[in-house]
Nanobody, 126 residues
Framework: QVQLVESGGGLVQAGGSLRLSCAAS????????MGWFRQTPGKEREFVAAINWSGGSGLYTDSVKGRFAISRDNAKNTVYLQMNSLKPEDTAVYYC???????????????????WGQGTQVTVAS
């Protein structure tokens, strides 16, 4: 079992930056690929970024490439999402997720994720 708690959301002006954090409980955090998703009212939840259980380069949706960076610190049981050059269309509730299976490869597909945080609101003002 993995429990996830996001933090770091808030209100920022367009062009600004935020760093989201996702703290995980459980000693097996380092064995799970992690992802970030986001959702706006009336829309389906969409993939943002993912990272393998061992770290390394991230996988991103096209709209955030070059602006967002996912990373993890397995010693701290935490995954991060650094968001730069924020745009109003980045406004959403951001969710951290862990894959269902240990040692799985990073994925953009929601059905691969079995553990979710409660979400943190990010609002980008124009």
């Amino acid at each position: 079992q993995v429990q996830l708690v996001e933090s770091g959301g808030g209100l920022v002006q367009a062009g600004g930056s935020l760093r989201l954090s996702c703290a995980a409980s459980g000693r097996t955090f380092s064995t799970y690929a992690m992802g970030w998703f986001r959702q706006t009212p009336g829309k389906e939840r969409e993939f943002v970024a993912a990272i393998n259980w061992s770290g390394g380069s991230g996988l991103y949706t096209d709209s955030v490439k070059g602006r967002f960076a996912i990373s993890r610190d397995n010693a701290k049981n935490t995954v991060y999402l650094q968001m730069n050059s924020l745009k109003p269309e980045d406004t959403a509730v951001y969710y951290c997720a862990a894959q269902r299976s240990q040692f799985a490869t990073r994925s953009r597909f929601e059905y691969n994720y079995g553990y979710w945080g409660q979400g943190t609101q990010v609002t980008v003002a124009s």
